[in-house]
């Protein structure tokens, strides 16, 4: 279910994307505005960017193999990684470089009754596009008992995307509108370019934030803190483990994690079965407690023997 609700959100995103950037273009092109065809830009880089995100979750949900026996939910990072890129070299490097133009060569903006309607239908897409991921994002926060904020940063990476694709969509309509409007009131027509370069650098903000979420997960991030603590209480708390001195974990996908856990057993834990039977409990135990713990390995290594292997 997870999988298809993302599957409904980023094509979503893509469709009004698409009918936007088509909007967009043509308003631009028709009034010479050159904050909406920044607009029009961010548009075709978002559209473009849904593509990258649906092929993270197809390729993502490809089963394990020799070659890659955890998987390949990192794709969903690396297609996200691209669509980070592609919003700051489509979307923000066009903003900013059409932005520069229209202050260096100002002209007259035409066809006002195309651009606020074109801005106002282009409002209500984005809206309910945002209001999808938003509501798809706090659903999960709820399921899993944490924060927004918490469910918001380790979250399916192409549902983030497109909630912060969208959220600076609906803030680069308002800009656009606003600079649009400031030139036709006032006559200095540098209000519309400037307009579009303060949407190409809200576009590097987003880029930036999708940038490094994406690349810290590539290089590998653990759980949270207080997650790993608990996990290492229900290790530690179980019959037979006398200590769990080290604990180390690694997001392969959202819902998928791996956790390595050094642990020493007491006297009565000596035997293959036993250690074997003390495994299947824990395992039975960390994965009741937390479903994204899809591999668990316990690693009973004496401590003077982890101390000279050091």
Do not use: C
């Not at 991921?133 to 924060?147: F, N």
């Not at 590998?220 to 037979?240: F, K, N």
Request: charged share 20%.
């Amino acid at each position: 279910m997870p999988d298809e609700e993302s599957d409904a959100t980023v094509l979503l995103a893509g469709t009004a994307n698409l009918a936007i950037a088509i909007a967009k273009i043509v308003a631009g092109l028709l009034s010479g505005s050159t904050a909406l065809l920044a607009e029009a830009a961010h548009s075709v880089a978002d559209t473009l960017n849904q593509a990258f995100l649906l092929t993270a979750l197809h390729r993502s949900r490809k089963p394990a193999d020799t070659r890659h026996p955890f998987g390949y939910g990192m794709e969903r990072y690396f297609w996200s990684l691209l669509a980070a890129v592609g919003i700051l070299v489509l979307g923000a490097g066009f903003s900013i470089t059409e932005g520069l133009r229209s202050i260096l060569s100002p002209e007259p903006i035409a066809a006002l009754a195309v651009i606020y309607p074109v801005l106002g239908v282009s409002f209500l897409f984005e809206g309910a596009s945002w209001l999808r991921a938003m509501l798809q994002l706090r659903r999960e926060a709820r399921e899993a008992g944490v924060p927004f904020l918490q469910q918001f940063r380790g979250a399916e990476p192409a549902v983030k995307t497109v909630a912060l694709e969208d959220s600076a969509a609906l803030i680069g309509l308002l800009i656009a509108a606003i600079g649009v409007t400031m030139a036709v009131v006032t006559g200095e027509h540098l209000w519309d370019g400037a307009a579009s370069i303060a949407i190409g650098l809200l576009l590097i903000v987003v880029a930036v934030v999708l940038g490094r979420d994406n690349k810290a997960m590539l290089i590998g991030r653990a759980l949270p803190p207080d997650v790993q603590r608990e996990i290492r209480a229900i290790i530690a708390g179980e019959p037979g483990i006398d200590e769990v001195p080290d604990l180390l974990s690694l997001r392969l996908a959202p819902e998928q994690v791996l956790v390595v856990a050094t642990v020493d057993l007491d006297d009565s834990e000596t035997t293959g079965a036993a250690v074997e039977q003390l495994a299947e409990r824990i395992d039975k135990k960390v994965r009741e407690a937390f479903p994204m713990v899809r591999h668990l390995y316990l690693d009973p290594t004496p401590a003077d023997v982890r101390q000279r292997l050091s």
